[in-house]
């Protein structure tokens, strides 16, 4: 558990985190009595709670992407384009888990034309100027990319192992870097089939951290191209625009435009009642007695 929640920020990664609730569940989905599958719900619930509970955030954001095509599409129409339709049962649980975010009294944040991960590096960004230690929570390893002095990564744990937080040791030991933005040039070489990013062929991520440790940078292989030799050096050289392009796609960006109020991230008392309805729709037993969501006794009126 942290010392004192002054001045710490979390910003959830939300769409990273349902989709990991869900698929943790996948094998044994969990079902209400009227036949919603609630794993996703149960999960992300879960994670949310837990986060409350051990670190009792002072400010606090969700952050979701939206699903209007963003800068990245128009540059690359194939961007994410091998992705696979979010299952049914998974796009009916959005909108029962925006209400529980809602109920908590946590923001929603969303902007049109940019991703999660935009918006977090960029609010993330912002906080540090205003003197705020910043905790993105993702599975996500792009967003390593961002971790500085004030910025740090939390990872959820696997399998009930305990949370991971990485700071910059951690970034640097992880990828066999020096410095985070190389994260960038990493991601750019071997590219990342989750986002249909294309990378170099024949580059997985150990010979992409090797290059780039070697170098320093995509530009610094470039540099040192004559150094290579074999299908490696010829794939970099037929490759060339598609690395840089991949670049480009892996980097985040962190000046979207919008505004981080302090305000608005402040950490407020849950709304009870709603959160009850919903817990009691879903039939979540566990949660409404963990929250002490119990109706109040009802008192006789004597006329």
Known sequence: MME??????????AFALIYRSYYAFIRTPRF??????????????????QLLETE???YIGVVFDVSAPTFRHE???????????MPEDLRKSIPYIRNIIRAFNIPIIEKEGFEADDVIGTLATKAEKEGFTTFMMTPDKDYAQLVSDRIFMYKPGKSGNDNEIWGLKEV??????????QVIDVLGLMGDT????????GIG???????????GSIDGVYQNINKLKGKQKENLVEFEQQVRLSRTLATIIRDVPIEFSKKELTRDEIDKEALKAIFDDLEFRNFAERLNLKEAPKVETAF
């Open 75 to 85: 540059m690359f129409p194939e961007y994410k384009a091998n992705r696979e339709a």
């Open 205 to 215: 991520p150990k010979t992409a951290e090797k290059l780039i440790a070697d170098f």
């Open 56 to 58: 009792n955030p002072g």
């Open 194 to 201: 989750a986002d249909n990013i294309p990378g170099c062929p």
């Open 32 to 49: 209400n009595s009227k036949g919603v599958n609630t794993s996703a719900m149960l999960g992300f619930t879960n994670t949310l709670v």
């Open 4 to 13: 004192n929640n002054t001045q710490k920020l979390f910003l959830l990664d």
């Open 172 to 181: 640097k030991e992880n990828f066999g870097i020096e410095n985070t933005d």
